[in-house]
């Protein structure tokens, strides 16, 4: 087992320690509203992503915020005006927001809520791997540290790392690709680009299994299958859809399927349901048939995120998300760039609508 490894097994273990208690109605019932004072008093607002908890993601949208993918994520807290930006997700996301916002205050419900990829890959190693490779175009994807990415000549999320791609292999770059290695293999065989790929992965999503989808999918014939393409390759082949979060809530909403199969995080069951309230939504297996979790897609440390946490952190503002500036005016470049391109991108498919 490679320190990295050992790293992820430590930190995921103290996330399920730390993850919040079952609270009663009443206590949901007083912390949502004493969560929604403070954030007028604060002049802050709140931006949640489809993994987390949807009592954190319905309190984002009745306070003005907004539940997103991490790209979306990133766009709104650039664009709204409040001087303080609550990120309920993981840290990469509260980094991404300060590199952004300098001006602004980031906090997080907390700091401890880390990610197996950010972890899997750390900037000293990285650095290494990257001398090594100095003649490739540095690519990293968004759930990376902040140091991570100022090392990297384009940052891209699920939802536009094709696209990028592409046009990085069309001008005759070769890619060094991290952290993760089945999104990179997806993105490689989709493109056909030579890409040099980081090993690491996805906790939750490495852990659906071929058979029991193909068991499942028995089960559920006229199912379509989502996938998000940080699960391995065989899980891949057998989607529907592979794609982001938000392309896979779209797919939802707009394919002519009753049920679908849904590898991804949990998580992202809130939103789907709300926007396709009549589709039956069937979570993918991560286990096997004697497991006590047949499916147990749920990152822990999305986990972490919950009401009396985020409560604390708007009263005490003890969990501030803080990035260095050499830090961050290098990791803003490669940032901007996927921005620019990826709003290159919104104004294309606008024009061909």
């Known amino acids: ?37 403070v954030l007028k008093e604060k002049d802050a607002v709140l931006v949640a992503h489809y993994y987390t908890d949807p009592d954190i993601q319905r309190l984002a949208e009745e306070t003005g915020g907004c539940v997103a993918d991490s790209l979306e994520m990133a766009r709104f807290g650039n664009q709204h005006p409040a001087s303080t930006v609550v990120v309920a997700g993981v840290r990469f996301m509260g980094e991404t927001a300060k590199i952004l916002n300098p001006e602004k205050r980031i906090l997080m419900p907390t700091l401890e809520a880390t990610c197996s990829l950010d972890v899997g890959c750390p900037p000293d190693e990285f650095e290494a791997f990257c001398n090594e490779h100095s003649d490739r175009t540095v690519v990293v994807y968004a759930n990376t ?13 699920s939802s536009c790392a094709q696209a990028i791609i592409e046009d990085l292999d069309a001008r005759g770059e070769k890619i060094l690709w991290a952290p993760d290695k089945h999104l990179g293999h997806y993105v490689q065989k989709t493109t056909g680009a030579d890409m040099l790929l980081w090993d690491g992965s996805c906790i939750v999503h490495e852990e659906f299994k071929y058979r029991g989808l ?36 779209h797919a939802v909403q707009t ?20 926007l396709a309230p009549n589709k039956t939504l069937i979570e993918a297996p991560t286990a096997g048939d004697g497991a006590t979790c047949r499916s147990c897609a749920q990152c822990p440390w999305m986990a972490m995120n919950g009401l009396k946490n985020l409560l604390h952190v708007l ?39």
Do not use: C
């Not at 540290?145 to 999320?157: H, L």
């Not at 391995?232 to 592979?242: G, I, K, R």
């Not at 002519?256 to 349901?273: R, S």
């Open 1 to 37: 087992m490679t320190k990295a490894e050992d790293r992820i097994l430590v930190q995921e273990h103290l996330a399920h320690a730390a993850e919040p208690k079952q609270l009663s109605a009443d206590e949901k019932t007083w912390l949502e509203s004493r969560i929604k004072a």
């Open 145 to 157: 540290s902040a140091a991570v990415k100022a090392r990297a000549d384009w940052v891209v999320t």
């Open 214 to 249: 193909e068991d499942l999918k028995a089960l559920y014939p006229e199912a379509a299958v989502l996938v998000h393409p940080e699960s391995p390759d065989a899980v891949v082949e057998m989607a529907d859809v592979v794609g982001s979060t938000s392309q896979l809530i």
């Open 255 to 274: 394919l002519p399927n009753q049920e679908f199969i849904v590898a991804t995080d949990n998580g992202i069951f809130y939103k789907m349901q709300q």
């Open 315 to 353: 009263e005490h503002g003890d969990q501030e998300v803080l990035v260095g500036p050499d830090t961050r005016e290098a990791a803003l470049k490669p940032l901007r760039r996927m921005l620019d391109f990826t709003s290159g991108m919104n104004l294309k498919a606008a024009g061909n609508a």
